[in-house]
């Protein structure tokens, strides 16, 4: 994989939060306050458990996809494009006193992604919505 890039080694989350998005325009997280890197954090309406069983079926589904660290309030994956083997880390964390998961999608190289982490994210909030039956 020549464009894999490195595991980040500072991902995570430290006192409630995921780390922030790097100066790029190639990231969204939850937790951000610009405009630029902010996306909504995905809703939830069932236990803890069951909604990270169902963000890992919604991510199991979509190719090119490995899960490396699951436990029971947080969720990591890598996200590998079919064309040029680009990877992108992706974070999900279980925000129970916000009843809400907080999410973190950063490429691991290069500057621009076309939106491809933003628009991953609403395909993720879409499916796990449908799996969850949310209004």
């Known amino acids: 994989m020549f464009f894999a890039g490195k595991r980040p080694e500072n ?19 939850s937790q951000s ?15 803890p458990p069951e909604t990270i069983a169902a963000l ?14 699951e436990n029971n309030n947080y969720l990591y994956a890598e996200f590998t494009s079919a064309l040029m083997g680009f990877v992108d880390d992706v974070e999900f964390y279980l925000d129970e006193d ?9 490429s691991r190289l290069g500057q621009s992604d076309l939106g491809v982490n933003r628009k991953r994210i609403e395909t993720i909030r879409t499916k796990l919505k449908e799996l969850q039956s949310l209004p």
């Not at 991902?11 to 997280?29: F, S």
């Not at 306050?33 to 236990?47: G, M, Q, R, V």
């Not at 079926?57 to 490396?68: D, F, H, L, N, Y």
């Not at 916000?98 to 950063?106: F, G, H, M």
Request: hydrophobic share 35%.
């Open 11 to 29: 991902l995570g989350v430290r006192d409630g939060k995921l780390t922030p998005c790097p100066n790029t325009p190639n990231c969204v997280c």
């Open 33 to 47: 306050l610009d405009a630029e890197h902010s996306i909504d954090p995905l809703t939830y309406n069932s236990t």
């Open 56 to 69: 890992k079926k919604v991510i199991q589904a979509m190719p090119k996809t490995k899960i490396i660290t």
């Open 98 to 106: 916000a009843k809400a998961i907080q999410v973190r999608s950063a």
